[in-house]
């Protein structure tokens, strides 16, 4: 009976596969999990879905299990070190295809891996070749072998005999549309300067999680190997020598945005990338570019018709979010804007989820209630610029303890949740003092302070780390409600890079943070602990020091350069 059910849950598994909708394979494979855990055609199929949804971790530790389950298997040892090789593993991955030829000298697979492997590690290029040169000695008419070899002839700037290669390969197919591609690009790079590969030129290593080894003891999944194929032609081919991506990012002028496209959108740049950021595309930025990402663009007609005139262009799209559109409270001015309140723009909201090749959310919180919503979504966490000499300008002096929050009018009833015990520190502390930065509003609700009470307006983006430096303790109150607990942890990263302690609520993303400040269980621990803070300048400067480390975990450059630019260009 179980086998039966097994055998079915397997054909699911491959007919959600065959129309690429991983998801709903992987589901399906987890049920067949728990049927058979250490089923090996199983675990190798999730691990091969996985690593499509770009959850490389995830599917490594699949993997792995193989692995352990099967020693003398080439196929496993050949599928994790591909997904090592994913995550820049490069040790571990060269071992890993190094054990699968030990136990199998001709495994084509672990062989192409091998030579991708070392064409991604600048000081390796030649080896890599070598190993391409050795399979067309094997086999001459391997069109995979032979593109590959082209690409990183040209990627060398080795023009001749790259073209000579994709000449040959139009020999034995004379249509094959990626041969055809490639000569252009050969020709086009021979006309320019010997000292710079064409601007138009991209990622010349091939990444594609379909080279995936099929696994001779999985004959019920052999349908995973090759599923990305059946669905669009470029999964099957691998990366030629092209030129960077260009990337735009349309969004508002907002804080949200700052942070979640133009901070990212800047450290992009410095590593070369050509990258515009812009409130107001034109169609020719449609033209010009080739990958597109966007933060609410519900929120203004004009970028929903730019994103679905990039995607019916065929170009990369892909969807920021930095909070729950679903779960807006009552009194949230983004209900009626941006929220279920607002059905027509909601409705574009929902069509874009689902449509965006992919989604990056601020928060895990926000991955895992979005991910039945879209195709795939991965977290790619908040960073900050530190670039911006404003986040190390040294505060301004004072005689006073600031105790300091900032946000917009809609955060309100947050603060409010915590304003008499805060009003009762400071009242009753000698020097305390209430910063409320952002909405004169909010100030307007703290009043009763008097002169214990200091508003500061927004600043410009760029600004902000100043506007910040006023505090001296950095406080996060928020209610328990749905929109909240998926919130990320920006407002803890930004404090820790200004060397702040904070008081927050514990929400997941916080936790998660964990480092340079307290968390207040109950109302009155607001009190105590700004009261503690207050009290230990030693505790204060601890904190402070241990929230700056791990901001510096986040610095933009580094944090991009190693995480978010794979998520965004899609490799």
Known sequence: MA??????????????AEQGDWQSAVDVLKQAEKIAPDDTGVLSGLGACLLQMRLTEESAGYFKKVVDLEPDSADAFCNLGMAYSTLSRYEEAESLFKKSLSLQPDHLLARKNLAVLYVKQEDRLAEGLQILVGLLKDNPKDMESILMLASFYLLGK?????????????????????ALDLRNQINEAKQLSEEEVPAGLSNPVPTD?????????ARKLAGLKTLGAKKTQVVSQPLLADRKASIMFIGGEEYSSGVRLLTPAKAINKMGYSVKYSSKP???????????????PHLNLDWVNTFWHCANQGK????????????????????????????????QFEKI??????????????????????????????????DNILWH?????????????????????????????????????????????????????????????????????????????YFDVFISPLQNHPFNQVKPDTALMNAGARHIPWVASRIQAFEEWGEGGLF??????????????????????????????????????????ENGLQMILGI
């Open 316 to 347: 990369r799209v892909v969807l920021d979010i930095d909070e729950d559109f679903y779960n807006y409270p009552q009194t949230h001015l983004g209900l009626k804007t941006i929220g279920t309140g607002n059905p027509a723009a909601f409705e």
């Open 393 to 469: 300008k040294p505060a301004p002096r004072r005689r006073t303890f600031n105790v300091g929050w900032m946000d917009f009018i809609s955060e309100l009833p947050n603060l409010k949740m915590v304003q008499r015990e805060v009003v009762r520190f400071v009242k009753e502390t000698p020097g305390a003092l209430l910063v409320i930065g952002g909405d004169i509003n909010v100030a307007a609700q703290f009043e009763n302070l008097g002169d214990k009470l200091l508003f500061l307006p927004f600043v410009s983006f760029d600004d902000y780390p100043y506007l910040l430096s």
């Open 282 to 296: 034109e169609s020719k930025d449609v033209t010009e570019n080739d990958i597109f990402v966007f933060s609410r």
């Open 158 to 178: 080795q023009y001749d005999p790259a073209l000579k290669l994709s000449e040959y390969a139009l020999t034995l197919e004379p249509q094959n549309a990626v």
């Open 353 to 386: 989820l689902k449509r965006a090749d992919m989604v990056l959310a601020s928060s895990k919180g926000l991955v895992e209630k979005y991910r039945p919503l879209c195709a795939h979504i991965v977290y790619m966490p908040s960073t900050w610029d530190a």
């Open 209 to 217: 999680p379909t080279r995936i080894a099929r696994p001779e003891h």
């Open 520 to 561: 207040a269980e109950t109302e009155k621990d607001w009190y105590l602990l700004l009261k503690r803070l207050y009290g230990d300048a030693e505790l204060r400067k601890k904190l402070g020091t241990a929230g700056r480390a791990k901001a510096d975990g986040r610095k933009s450059y580094n944090s991009i350069r």
């Open 3 to 16: 086998t039966n059910e097994l055998d079915q849950l397997v054909m699911q598994a491959n007919e959600a």
